[in-house]
C-alpha cells in the first residue's frame, strides 16, 4: 500500500508540473507575455509594428510574427490559436469568415483605417463616367458591399433601401440608370488590371499594397462602423490581459503623438482614438 501511495504521489506530481509548464506558453494563459502576431498585407499590421509594439515592450512583453500569404490564411491561423492576435480585418469581413468557417473570431477595438476608393488610369472625374462603362469592384463579399455603397455614393447606382447596406451584392442595385458593367475579382488584381477598366473600387489596404497614391482616389467612402478595422483575437482570449493590453496601447497617449506626426493622410482616425 505504501508503495502504491507513493506511486500515485509521484504520478499526481508529474502531472501538475507538467500541466504547470504547459500553461505558461499556452495560448490562452491569460497572464502570457509572448504575443504571437499573424502579418499578410496592408499598412494595419506596419501600424502595429512600428507604433504598438514599441509602446507594449516597455511593459515587458514581447512578438513572434507569423507571415500569411492572405487575410484568410492569417484568420485560419487566428481560428486555430496558432497566433494570437491580427488587425487586418474590419468587423463585416470578421464575421463572414466566422459564418463560412466556423470561426470564432472575436473584435475587441478599433483601429486607425484607411478608406476605400475609386481610381481610374484613363478618368480624372467622376464626371467623365460613360453609358456601359466597365467597373472593377472586389469579389469578397465584406468589400463587395462596400464598394456598391460607394458606387451610390458616387450617384452612378441606387441600391434597396431595405437591404442592410453591409451586405448588398449587385442583385441589390435597384436604379443603374448608365447600364454600367460591374465586374467583381479578386480585390488584389484590381491594381494591375485598373486599366482594363473605367474605373475601380480599391481597399486601402490594396491601395498600400500596390503602393499607389490615396490622395489620387475620386471619392473615397465614408467609413461606416462595420468597415473599422479591429484588434480581433479568438473568442477564448478576448479578457485576457494582453489583449486588454493591445487595446489600451491603440488609446494611449503616445499613440496619439505617434499619428499625430506621421499620418500623412493615409489614416481615417476612429473617434474613440482621436
Known amino acids: 500500500m505504501k508503495k502504491l501511495f507513493a506511486l500515485v504521489a509521484v504520478v499526481l506530481t508529474l502531472g501538475l508540473t507538467l500541466s504547470a509548464c504547459g500553461g505558461s506558453s499556452s495560448a490562452d494563459d491569460p497572464n502570457k507575455t509572448e504575443i504571437r502576431y499573424g502579418k499578410a498585407q496592408g499598412p494595419y499590421t506596419v501600424l502595429f509594428e512600428e507604433a504598438i509594439i514599441p509602446i507594449m515592450q516597455k511593459q515587458g512583453y514581447t512578438f ?3 507571415d500569411f500569404s492572405d487575410l484568410v490564411q492569417n484568420d485560419m491561423g487566428l481560428n ?7 488587425v487586418e480585418q474590419h468587423t463585416a469581413y470578421m464575421k463572414n469568415f466566422n459564418e463560412k468557417n466556423g470561426g470564432a473570431l472575436a473584435a475587441l477595438g478599433p483601429i486607425p483605417t484607411v478608406p476605400a476608393g475609386i481610381y481610374s488610369q484613363t478618368h480624372t472625374s467622376l464626371d467623365q463616367i460613360s453609358d456601359g462603362a466597365k467597373i472593377a469592384v472586389p469579389n469578397d463579399a465584406a468589400n463587395t458591399s462596400r464598394a456598391y455603397a460607394l458606387l451610390q455614393k458616387a450617384g452612378w447606382i441606387k441600391l434597396d433601401p431595405a437591404k442592410d447596406v453591409s451586405t448588398v451584392t449587385k442583385s441589390d442595385i435597384v436604379s443603374n440608370p448608365k447600364k454600367l458593367q460591374f465586374t467583381e475579382l479578386l480585390n488584389t488584381t484590381i491594381p494591375t488590371t485598373l486599366g482594363d477598366f473605367d474605373y475601380g473600387v480599391i481597399t486601402g489596404s490594396i491601395v498600400y499594397n500596390a503602393k499607389m497614391d490615396p490622395s489620387k482616389a ?11 478595422l479591429q484588434v480581433v483575437v479568438h473568442e477564448d482570449n478576448k479578457d485576457a490581459k494582453w489583449a486588454k493590453d493591445i487595446v489600451s496601447a491603440y488609446n494611449s497617449q503616445e499613440f496619439k503623438d505617434y499619428l499625430a506626426k506621421n499620418n500623412n493622410g493615409l489614416w481615417w482616425i476612429p473617434e474613440e482614438l482621436r
Open 64 to 66: 513572434t510574427r507569423t
Open 80 to 86: 486555430e490559436k496558432s497566433i494570437d492576435v491580427n
Open 218 to 228: 475620386l471619392l473615397q467612402e465614408d467609413i461606416l462602423p462595420h468597415l473599422v
